[in-house]
């Protein structure tokens, strides 16, 4: 009696054996009672052995698998240095002199190309960060103190990567002063 790891295995290697010999089966040609030609992989069933003839096959085309090719190589998410970007202030002009009042001006930028999904613009003032990172391209600046400061916009990824600069516009603000 086999047992049934035995018996499985006895039937895993038969069909691997089956699978693995070229199949070679046979193929008929004859005319059937009608006059037309039969290809079939069984003799007729009437007798009509003289116009029977077994078909020859060539061999099955076997050639190998192609080469296996490396996937592409993807860059980073950073950024792309093919891209040329260029921040500048629109608004104020360098040199301009915000009037006697409370130190309120509006900054505007142009960015080029436009700012892309996780990209920000970020305002500094004589170098430090005053507003949240944004996309738009319009600050509005109020109670800034009096005398000469320098305005930057950085264009920058979402993990604070600086892609550009603009170039540094100077303000004057002319605030009372307390004597």
Known sequence: MINTANGL????????????????AE???????????VFSDRPPAENQ??????????????????PKIPP???????????????TTITSPVDG??????????VVTAQFSPPLAAGEYGVLKLDGVTIAQPQ?????QLNNIFRGEHQVTIERQTAEKEVLDTSL???????????R
């Open 9 to 24: 295995m006895i039937v895993v290697v038969a069909i691997a054996t089956l699978c693995t010999q070229p199949s070679q």
């Open 27 to 37: 193929i008929f040609k004859y005319t059937d009672k009608n006059g037309k030609t």
């Open 49 to 66: 052995s003289e116009s029977i003839s077994e078909v020859e096959l060539n061999p099955t085309n076997r050639s190998a698998p192609p």
């Open 72 to 86: 592409p190589v993807t860059e980073s998410l950073g950024a792309d240095p093919a891209v040329r970007y260029t």
């Open 96 to 105: 301009t002199t915000v009037p006697m009042g409370p130190g309120n001006f």
């Open 135 to 139: 996309k738009s391209n319009s600050w």
């Open 168 to 178: 540094p516009t100077t303000v004057y603000v002319l605030r009372p002063s307390i």
